[in-house]
Nanobody
């Protein structure tokens, strides 16, 4: 079963750092179409864009995280990281990895199950 798998969430104090990871799994023939990205959702709020990165390294960030978060491609194929520094209470959310994946003749947008990030003192 093809899926995106996130890891790296947890509890951190304000001003602290976390690094999230996301990788594809379930098939050796997965092609990422376009960019891999991160979204987040806080209780009572809509899911919102955080950051994206293309295979060529072009990045885009939401204004609230610019200068604090860094998205990067991993050395392993179809892997992406989100380095989060100077975390704030408002960054508390479930973080989801997403990408359009092509597997043989099928092309779909996939979402991971999410990883919880809690910023609290």
């Amino acid at each position: 079963q093809v899926q995106l798998v996130e890891s790296g969430g947890g509890l951190v104090q304000p001003g602290g750092s976390l690094r999230l990871s996301c990788a594809t799994s379930g098939s050796a023939d997965i092609l990422v179409i376009g960019a891999m990205g991160w979204y987040r959702q806080s209780p009572g709020k809509h899911r919102e864009f955080v950051a994206t990165i293309t295979s060529g390294g072009s990045t885009d960030y939401a204004d609230p995280v610019k200068g604090r978060f860094t998205i990067s491609n991993g050395n392993a194929e179809n892997t992406v990281y989100l380095q989060m520094d100077n975390l704030k209470h408002d960054d508390t959310a479930v973080y989801y990895c997403t990408a359009v994946l092509r597997v043989r003749t099928s092309q779909l947008r996939y979402w991971g199950r999410g990883t919880q990030v809690t910023v609290s003192s």
